[in-house]
């Protein structure tokens, strides 16, 4: 069965469930942090989702596929986000270790498909 629409898509879903999360728990960083780190990591979640969505519409293999790397490649960065804000003390051992799971599951996901296409 052919997907036809990118919301149908579970790496789009879980990269929307990222997203969400990371605004929620940013929310608590220091004020000094929100238009720092907090305001890149809030970039960082936004872009996975929004590159998978682009590529998609763009319905070209090659088009799609750099997207998707791109998408992996802002995992990557909120991954390293993540673990400055652990160091700072801006998040818990635990909200590190459930959002570092989700974005190794997101990257898992990412490449699969890219394999895939």
Not at 49 to 78: D, V
Request: glycine residues 6%; neutral net charge; contains cysteine.
């Amino acid at each position: 069965m052919k997907v036809k629409d990118y919301k149908d898509l579970k790496v789009w879903q879980k990269g929307i469930e990222i997203a969400d999360t990371i605004y929620t728990v940013t929310a608590e960083f220091p004020k000094s942090e929100q238009y720092g780190l907090a305001g890149q990591m809030r970039r960082a979640s936004v872009s996975i989702p929004s590159n998978i969505a682009e590529g998609f519409a763009r319905q070209h293999s090659k088009e799609y596929k750099q997207f998707l790397r791109i998408a992996l490649g802002g995992c990557a960065e909120l991954d390293t986000q993540l673990v400055i804000s652990c160091r700072r003390n801006y998040i818990t051992d635990k909200e590190f270790e459930d959002l570092a799971e989700d974005i190794n599951h997101e990257s898992r996901m990412l490449m699969s498909l890219i394999n895939k296409i």
